[in-house]
C-alpha cells in the first residue's frame, strides 16, 4: 500500500563486525514450508514500519519490512542508520526493492526506463546484501497496479528478469514479490510468466483471513507471507449517504489484526510463513488513524496489545485504554450549520491510568488516493468544542456546509490511547 520512489545511485555497503545472514526457504517433510535463518526456523512476526522497533521487540516482533531503499542508510540523531538499529535489536528486514508502476507514469515497454530499472536493482542488492539484518528481497509492491487483474504479462516477465539479477548477485536470500489481493486469475497469470520468484507477497485488509484458501485454489504451491493486513479496507466498508467510508472503531480494528493473524497462520495448510502488520507507524490515508496502529502524536494503539498477544499469548504491562462506546447525535447525522451537538464516551483502562479525552472536529479528506499514495491532510476546525469535560463534549457543527469527522482521542498518559471518530454532513 505504501509507496516510494528510487533511492540514489548504489554504493558499497558499510562494513559491520557481524557476519552476513544465510536464509534459505525449505519445505519440511511434512510438507509445510519454512523459513531457515542462519540455519534456523524462523516464523515472521512482522510490522511493515521503521519506528518504534524497541517496542516492536518487547511485544514479541522478530522482523520489519520497507517498501524502498530511501531510508536504511540514513542516519538518525545518534548517528546510525536504520539497518544499524536492525542489527542491534536482531530485528530481520525485508528489504523493499521499489519497483515503479505504470499508474506513475512508468513504461515497462520503454526499453531505457526498464533497463535503468534493472540496473538499479543490481545496484541495490550489492548494496545491502552482506548486511546480517537483511532477510529476503522485496522486489516490488503492488506494481501491477492495486486494483488491476493482473492479466498485464509484461510485468511479471519483468520480474522474471529482475528476479534473476537479485538471484545472481545474491544467492543467500529468496525473492519475495507482494501482490494486491489474491485474485485468481492474477495469481495464475504470476505463476505462468514468474517462475522464479520464492515467496508470494500478499496485501489484503477485509480479504485477509481468507488468503490462504485464495491462494490454495489459485494453485498456488510456494510460500506465502501476509505482507500488509489490519482493519478493513476503506474501499470495502459501509459508506454514508454522501460517501464517507464508515471507519472501524479502534477496539474493531484491534480484534482485526488479532484474528487474522491467527486464522492465516492456522488455516494456511502450513503454507503461511509470517505476516507484517500495517502499519506500525502513522499515515493520512482516507484518515489520519484508518492504518495506523499509533496515534498521530505517537503513542500506542489497541491493534499494537493485539498484536504482542498474538505473538506471544501475552498482554503489555501497559495497555492502551479502550473506548467501549461513542454516543454522539452527530453520528452519520446530517445537521445544519452551527447545530448544538454532545458526545459520551464511555471509556475503560486497564491499568486504572487517569484518562484525558482530546475532541476534535476534521473536514473530511477531498485528496483520497489510489493504492497508498500520499494524501494531503484535512485542517480541523476550531471552535467547535465548546466544552469537554471527563469523557464528555458539547459543542456546536462547523458554519461552513461539508462533511466532517468528529475525533475522540483518549490517552492513559503512559504511551497509550485510543482515537475512534464518527462521520457528519453539515448541510
Known amino acids: 500500500m505504501a509507496i516510494s520512489t528510487f533511492a540514489t545511485s548504489a554504493e558499497a555497503a558499510p562494513a559491520n563486525a ?3 545472514s544465510r536464509v534459505t526457504v525449505q519445505r519440511r517433510a511434512d510438507g509445510q514450508w519454512q523459513l531457515l535463518r542462519n540455519g534456523q526456523p524462523f516464523v515472521i512476526n512482522g510490522a511493515g514500519g521503521q519506528r518504534h522497533l524497541e ?8 522482523s520489519f519490512r520497507t517498501w524502498g531503499a530511501d531510508d536504511l542508510d540514513q542516519k538518525g540523531p545518534d548517528g546510525k542508520s536504520l539497518m544499524d538499529h536492525a542489527r542491534e535489536l536482531n ?16 513504461n515497462y515497454s520503454d526499453p531505457a526506463q526498464v533497463n535503468k530499472q534493472r540496473e538499479y536493482v543490481r545496484g541495490l542488492v550489492r548494496r545491502y546484501r552482506n548486511d546480517p539484518a537483511l532477510l529476503m528481497w522485496g522486489l516490488g509492491n503492488e506494481m501491477e497496479g492495486p486494483t488491476a487483474d493482473g492479466r498485464d504479462n509484461r510485468i511479471w516477465k519483468e520480474l522474471q528478469v529482475l528476479a534473476k ?21 492474477k495469481v495464475q497469470t504470476l ?13 489484503a485488509y477485509g480479504s485477509a483471513p481468507g488468503v490462504g484458501k485464495a491462494l490454495q485454489e489459485a494453485g498456488w504451491q510456494k510460500p506465502f507471507v501476509l505482507a500488509e493486513f489490519g482493519p478493513v479496507g ?14 472501524q472503531s479502534s477496539q474493531e480494528k484491534a480484534a482485526n489484526y488479532y484474528s487474522t493473524h491467527k486464522l492465516v497462520m492456522e488455516d494456511s495448510k502450513g503454507t503461511c510463513i509470517g505476516s507484517y502488520a500495517f502499519v506500525w507507524g502513522q499515515k493520512q490515508e482516507t484518515t489520519a488513524t484508518w492504518y495506523g496502529m499509533f496515534a498521530p502524536t505517537g503513542e500506542k494503539m489497541p491493534s499494537v496489545d493485539a498484536m504482542g498477544y498474538a505473538w506471544t499469548g501475552k498482554w503489555p504491562d501497559n495497555r492502551s485504554p479502550r473506548i467501549r462506546k461513542f454516543d454522539t447525535n452527530l453520528r452519520e447525522a ?17 491499568n486504572q491510568d487517569a484518562l484525558k479525552v482530546e475532541w476534535t472536529v ?30 464528555t463534549a458539547a459543542g456546536v457543527a462547523p458554519r461552513k456546509p461539508g462533511a466532517y469527522r468528529l475525533f475522540a482521542t483518549v490517552r492513559d498518559g503512559q504511551g497509550g490511547a485510543s482515537i475512534d471518530n464518527v462521520p457528519f454532513l453539515v448541510k
Request: hydrophobic content about 40%; overall charge negative.
Open 18 to 20: 557481524q557476519a552476513p
Open 91 to 106: 530485528l530481520a528486514v525485508t528489504v523493499g526493492i521499489w519497483l515503479q508502476h505504470e499508474r506513475h507514469g512508468f
Open 234 to 247: 476503506a474501499w470495502e466498508v459501509r459508506h454514508t449517504s454522501w460517501n464517507a467510508p464508515i471507519e
Open 165 to 185: 539479477i537479485v538471484k545472481e548477485e545474491d544467492p543467500n536470500h529468496p525473492v519475495m514479490t507482494v501482490i494486491a489481493g489474491a485474485g485468481k486469475a
Open 191 to 203: 505463476m505462468q510468466h514468474y517462475t522464479e520468484i520464492d515467496i508470494l507477497g500478499v496485501n
Open 362 to 391: 476534521v473536514a473530511e479528506s477531498t485528496d483520497r488516493r489510489e493504492g497508498g499514495d500520499d494524501e494531503a491532510v484535512p485542517p480541523s476546525v476550531p471552535g467547535c468544542i465548546t466544552r469537554a469535560e471527563g469523557l
Open 55 to 62: 517496542l516492536l521487540v518487547k511485544i514479541g516482533g522478530n
Open 334 to 350: 446530517i445537521v445544519k450549520p452551527g447545530e448544538p451537538f454532545t458526545a459520551v464516551l464511555e471509556a475503560t483502562d486497564t
